[in-house]
């Protein structure tokens, strides 16, 4: 990462820009290159997965648009961040969304042997995920979970295990901007290749994350459902409209 800079674009040219914060137009199997080139080299790294809501919210909190603007990989998470640069003109090619990587990288740590350390969602919840992805890819290397409710307090030690159980892959799953936030404030301490913020990923990877009853999924509803089985879905929700407006009069600006 580097530290001084006006513009994501100025320090990453190649990056499709939306509202001001550039998206890497990667797809899935390129941002996994990418990712396995970082493990290889073993700097220190966060790769951030961007939604739209993530990117309202950087045009009022400066210390999230930063970490953006200098994150080592920024994928495109939601489907509104590819009709974004389709009306921006510079369509990315398809999601890579972080519950996805998620699992590519539980597969490629069965085949190449990556080490993985899940932290965040409420207590058992990682461990729950972990297993899942342990019976789904038997020879995976899980080496550490932590649930995502800790004190200040607690923090240090939590890097300090982190750090000992020496994953190639950190996975952070306690939303955005406090996970990458995390990430950054620990980044060198840690010392792990490669850092990745998953949002919603292990309550989804757990199976905690119940479907809508059959009556309501016929009636096409679960989205429904789910807003309100989660009620910080809903402010991420509301953040849509804003964020569909904004690009659309920004396209006029061009
Ligand atoms: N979470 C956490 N620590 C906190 C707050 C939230 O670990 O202090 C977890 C929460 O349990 C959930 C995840 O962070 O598993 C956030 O999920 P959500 O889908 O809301 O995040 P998003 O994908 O929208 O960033």
């Known amino acids: 990462m580097s530290t001084v800079m006006a513009s994501g674009a100025m320090l990453y040219p190649d990056r499709v820009e939306i509202l001001g914060i550039g998206v890497d137009p990667v797809t899935m199997r390129e941002a996994l290159n990418r990712i396995e080139k970082f493990i290889e080299k073993r700097i220190p790294r966060i790769v951030i997965t961007a939604d739209a809501s993530g990117i309202v919210l950087a045009q009022k ?20 961040i590819i009709w974004a640069s389709r009306k921006l003109g510079s369509p990315l090619a398809e999601r890579v969304a972080g519950v996805d990587l998620v699992v590519e990288l539980c597969a490629l740590s069965e085949s190449k042997g990556y080490r993985l350390f899940f932290l965040g969602a409420a207590p058992g919840i990682a461990d729950k995920a972990a297993e899942k992805m342990r019976k789904r ?5 899980i080496v550490g979970t932590h649930h995502g409710y800790f004190s200040e ?75 309100m089985m989660n009620p910080r ?6 953040t849509l409209p804003r964020f569909a407006w904004s690009v659309l009069t920004s396209r006029k600006e061009h």
């Open 61 to 80: 909190d400066p210390r999230w648009r930063d970490i953006l603007l200098k994150a080592d990989l920024v994928t495109p998470d939601s489907y509104g």
């Open 137 to 141: 890819f038997p020879g995976i290397h």
């Open 153 to 227: 307090a607690e923090e240090l030690s939590i890097v300090e295990k982190i750090r000992i159980a020496r994953p190639d892959v950190l996975f952070v799953a306690m939303g955005i901007p406090r996970q990458e936030k995390f990430i950054v404030k620990h980044l060198y301490e840690m010392a792990v290749p490669v850092s990745i913020g998953v949002g919603g990923s292990f309550d989804v990877l757990s199976g905690v994350i119940k479907r809508a009853p059959y009556p309501v999924q016929k009636m096409h509803l679960e989205w429904l459902w789910r807003l």
């Open 233 to 238: 879905k809903w402010r991420k929700v509301l």
